[in-house]
């Protein structure tokens, strides 16, 4: 009767099916590690060639910086001179005015 009983049960004993897990889990673990040793060396390198790309383009980028500076005060100069145009069209348009205005009253 007692044999009937344990011939359903597992022939591993708990303790052996437990370190069996285990080691499962110790074998997941290492490829896992394995894998993010990968990702970090593939992170690491990419790192490395955005920071060479960034030093062979930063002189490229500083003289179109400059470039824009110089760009931007030349506008500012350009709007200074145009205000100063449209201003100078206005009185002389007044002054046009005014004097049709006098030959007008001069000849009626």
Do not use: C, Y
Not at 8 to 30: K, M, Y
Not at 54 to 80: F, K, Y
């Amino acid at each position: 009767m007692s044999e009937e009983i344990t011939q359903g049960l597992p022939a591993d004993s708990f303790e052996e099916r437990v370190l069996s897990g285990l080691s499962g889990i110790r074998q997941d673990l290492t490829r896992m590690d394995t894998r993010l040793t990968s990702v970090e060396e593939r992170m690491a390198s990419l790192e490395d060639k955005v920071d060479a790309r960034l030093r062979e383009t930063r002189p490229i980028w500083e003289g179109v910086l400059t470039r824009l500076d110089g760009i931007e005060s030349e506008l500012a100069r350009m709007n200074r001179q145009f205000r100063s145009f449209v201003a100078d069209i206005f009185q002389l348009r007044v002054r046009v005015e005014k004097l049709e205005e006098d030959n007008d009253t001069q000849t009626a």
